[in-house]
Nanobody, 125 residues
Framework: QVQLVESGGGLVQAGGSLRLSCAAS????????MGWFRQAPGKEREFVAA?????????FYRDSVKGRFTISRDNAKNTVYLQMNSLKPEDTAVYYC?????????????????WGQGTQVTVSS
């Protein structure tokens, strides 16, 4: 199993920015992907963004973060980043990094085999 270490959460005012990082202990092959999910109190964990470790580096976003969040990767460091701009109070949640060989839907939590411990992101109005 891949070990994931997250960093970069915190408290920010609406309109501000944060950058999350997630370092993986190793990388598997085939359909390897890394992504970010989030969970607000009383709600289910939901997909935020993901990136495939193929030559293209295909990226995926939930509609509500398109144009505001950017996911990227550093191949040499086995690290994925989530740059979050124009943050809104509704972005407040615990953000989880995920990784795995994702041959099915990249939007589903059940298709990722490894998870980080989570990092809190709080956006004040």
């Amino acid at each position: 199993q891949v070990q994931l270490v997250e960093s970069g959460g915190g408290l920010v005012q609406a309109g501000g920015s944060l950058r999350l990082s997630c370092a993986a202990s190793r990388r598997t092959y085939n359909n390897y992907a890394m992504g970010w999910f989030r969970q607000a109190p009383g709600k289910e964990r939901e997909f935020v963004a993901a990136i495939r470790w193929n030559s293209i580096g295909s990226t995926f976003y939930r509609d509500s973060v398109k144009g505001r969040f950017t996911i990227s990767r550093d191949n040499a460091k086995n690290t994925v980043y989530l740059q979050m701009n124009s943050l809104k109070p509704e972005d407040t949640a615990v953000y989880y990094c995920a990784a795995g060989d994702v041959s099915g839907s990249i939007y589903r939590t059940s298709n990722f085999g490894s998870w980080g411990q989570g990092t809190q992101v709080t956006v004040s109005s």
